[in-house]
């Protein structure tokens, strides 16, 4: 092998030195950022958090998120102060959340509907990615949907539902708290699922759909089970099912779509869930405090009593496994979104 000449050993040496010295520049610059990710997580938090419900005072987005706030405060020490910012579905609380500085200091409350189903009824309208601009932090808790119909139909099994629609084409109905809402979509999900004409009803919230199956006018619609079970408890409605894969541990005499006569529900869009989310770019350290202090907070005996009475199961998780749960909803629920021809304009 040749001898290299004095000039290209020169060359060579200068060119070593300098990708030595990049490297130890690169390797002390990452050394750097993870000594002060870990100073900012040791000393964290410092002063009081922020904690945003995308949803109006008073419904089960709040009631959750103000006890949980309470009891992670006194775990960390610091105060979290719960501020609702509704409006556009949720999109604007969200977008308060995304464009907070990444420090920990501000997370909220991230639904179903705001991470995965959100997505296709916004598109290019939604001013976030829902994957990609927020930190996942933790599942906090899952629920069902319950089918529920008016007394006075002939029907007692979500299949006897399904064959009355086709037997009755044009005069099955049934309500939502809005176009794109979950309840809304359930009902396009069974609606896909079993084939059966079935024709949405849009409401300015689900109590005011209730009302419209307790009285006829609509033949059935999904609904969360804290306001549907006291209602057939009270005689007022028929409850046919539960939109889940299995029975809910609250409520276990509602069978499941399954057990009610249809296959294949559950593989389109069942199960909701609420998590906690914090914007893009928060320290790794400071997001393992946050995720094990939430958790604390969750399973402790006041919450988790709070939640069952309010038929929300729990449902904790590592900051990885509740992203490839949006991810894997957002998929999910894109074809139900589509078939529903659910947007906002």
Known sequence: MPSLSPIRRALLATALTTATLSFAHSALAQAGKDTAAKDAA?????????????????????????????????????????ENVPGAGASIGMERVARSAADGYTIGLATTGTHSINPHLYGAKLPHDTTRDFTPLTLAL??????LVN????????????????????????????????????????????????????????????????????????????TAVPAAQSGRVKILAIAS?????????????????????????????????????????VVQKLNAALIQAIRSPEIRQRMAASGFEQWTSTPEEFAAVIKADRDRWAPIVKASGAKVD
Do not use: C
């Not at 509602?254 to 296959?263: L, N, V």
């Open 42 to 82: 040791a000393g964290f938090p410092n002063k009081p958090l922020r904690w945003i419900v995308p949803f109006p005072p008073g419904g089960p987005t709040d009631s959750f998120s103000r006890p949980v706030a309470q009891k992670l405060g006194e775990i960390l020490g610091q105060p979290v102060i719960v």
């Open 142 to 147: 899952r629920y069902m949907n319950v089918l």
């Open 245 to 285: 894969d299995k029975r809910s541990p609250f409520y276990k005499d509602i069978p499941t779509m399954a057990e009610s006569g249809i296959k294949g529900f559950t593989e389109v869009g069942s199960d909701l869930w609420f998590g906690i989310v914090g914007p893009a770019g928060i320290p790794k350290p």
């Open 151 to 226: 007394t006075k139909l002939p029907v007692n099994t979500a299949a006897d539902l399904v064959a009355y629609a086709k037997a009755n084409p044009g005069k099955v109905t049934f309500g939502s708290a809005g176009n794109g809402s979950s309840n809304h979509l359930s009902g396009e999900t069974l609606k896909v699922v079993s084939g059966a004409p079935m024709q949405h009803i849009p409401y300015r919230g689900s109590a005011l759909a209730l009302a419209d199956v307790i009285g006829g006018n609509i033949t059935f619609m999904f609904d969360i089970p804290i």
